[in-house]
């Protein structure tokens, strides 16, 4: 593919439909698999000519012609895929594509073929094609930047529609964990929908920094609960879900940690699922897991701890009818893990030390974990509480309590108080 000053061709791109039609490749080496797989996932019916043919080849759904190439091989084709280390049966494949006006990418030479492969990145339904004239290493760099871009949110690649209006085609709900705090550890899959969002409905301890990089045509509803101001019901949120996804729009629906972690996602999803509004719930990185690693605390270890508990600790663990079992949390799981429990520190630990937990029990509260202000507390089960308050931690924390906690990292920070871990 030349231009008439003798220089490489721009090219006119197009993306052919496969789908059921005959493709033929030309070779059975690794070229010619990485090539077959593309062409199988685009719907081709593959036909390989070669007499070696790579196992992971054979193994593919394809037409398998063991024998060297001839003539007459691209009957029928409308492409082919010329993938043999040898120039001169590559340059005969191209040569007999072009006789019969079939279209034919030459791995060896981009020049002497009809077309050229260019390099592909794929997000979500949008598929981005580079092509440098001839040049791979310049067109990879580019799809790799495009792809990068669009995997993190900062190019979206849907336009977004006005919240206002009436009934228009089906929208949909995301449930979205938007991870422990820090705006990078939400999953690639949750920043890309957050990018291409019509509505974010989102709580307090999400990643609210995420929210800057949104486009100004994007409706913002907070439904964080906090103290000491009007805060949206449940229900009330519920509401605005099904309500902006029956207009049309794309709801994102941005959580802390993980949607089913105390998140109350599945009472969301619930509401959506009876008012007939596509839901699907998108996992995140729960502080559960997350604030132990951030402190360097593994929740399990070989030879130290092999299962562990999460639980709740936002309600007095003394109230009856409680649905926490405090028996079998104090005498079982080696490791416990407690979200929601800072202003509640000294009523369960001294609960856990009743039912039976040592007082000695390594203890740590991770405060606002992953976030650049992070602190660490370490202490014991009898102790937590006092130094946890006299550090002046403030909620989000989370609480890990058991044998674990002597593993603590060096990984604080520098306003950490990283005391006695307790008797040794």
């Not at 207009?247 to 599945?266: E, M, N, T």
């Not at 690693?293 to 399990?300: E, H």
């Not at 040592?358 to 203890?363: E, F, N, Y």
Request: charged share 20%.
């Amino acid at each position: 593919m030349t231009d008439p000053a003798g220089g490489p061709a721009a090219g006119y791109p197009v993306v052919l439909d496969l789908a059921g039609r005959r493709v033929v490749v030309v070779g059975g080496g690794a070229v010619a698999l990485r090539r077959t797989r593309g062409l199988l996932a685009a719907g081709a019916s593959v036909h390989v000519v070669a007499p070696e043919v790579h196992p992971e080849l054979a193994g593919l759904p394809v037409r398998v012609h063991r024998r060297r190439y001839a003539p007459g091989d691209l009957a029928g084709a409308w492409l082919a895929h010329a993938c043999t280390d040898s120039a001169e049966v590559n340059a005969a494949v191209a040569a007999d594509a072009g006789a019969d006006r079939i279209v034919c990418v030459r791995a060896d030479d981009a020049s002497g073929g009809t077309a050229r492969t260019p390099a592909v990145a794929r997000s979500g339904a949008v598929t981005v094609a580079v092509d440098s004239a001839g040049d791979p290493r310049r067109s990879v760099a580019v799809r790799d930047a495009v792809a990068a871009l669009l995997d993190r949110g900062l190019l979206s690649s849907r336009p977004h529609r006005a919240p206002a209006g009436g009934p228009g085609p089906p929208g949909r709900v995301w449930l979205v964990g938007g991870g422990p705090g820090d705006p990078e550890l939400i999953t690639v899959r949750g920043r890309r929908l957050l990018a291409e969002a019509d509505v974010v409905v989102v709580d307090r301890l999400a990643p609210r920094a995420l929210l800057d990089t949104l486009g100004p045509g994007v409706e913002v509803v907070d439904a964080g609960k906090a103290p000491h101001r009007s805060n949206l019901t449940q229900e009330q949120i519920n509401a605005v879900l099904v309500d902006r996804a029956r207009r049309g729009l794309r709801v994102v629906r941005l959580k802390g940690g993980d949607p089913f972690v105390f998140g109350r996602g599945g009472e969301e999803l619930a509401a959506c699922v009876a008012a007939g509004v596509p839901a699907e719930v998108v996992p995140g990185v729960s502080s559960a897991m997350a604030g132990p690693a951030a402190a360097g605390i593994p929740v399990t270890h070989r030879g130290v701890a092999a299962d562990f508990a999460v639980v709740s600790g936002h309600l007095d663990p003394s109230r009856p009818g409680s649905t926490v079992d405090w028996q079998s949390l104090a005498t079982g799981p080696a490791t416990l893990v407690l979200l929601m429990a800072l202003e509640r520190l000294d009523a369960v630990c001294a609960e856990l030390i009743k039912r039976g937990r040592p007082g000695t029990t390594p203890t740590a509260v991770v405060c606002r974990a992953t976030w650049s202000d992070q602190r660490v507390v370490l202490g014991t089960l009898a102790t937590i509480a006092e130094r946890a308050a006299a550090a002046g931690l403030r909620p989000p924390a989370v609480v890990v309590i058991g044998e674990v906690v002597r593993l603590a990292g060096p990984a604080f920070g520098p306003d950490s108080v990283a005391g006695p871990v307790g008797e040794r």
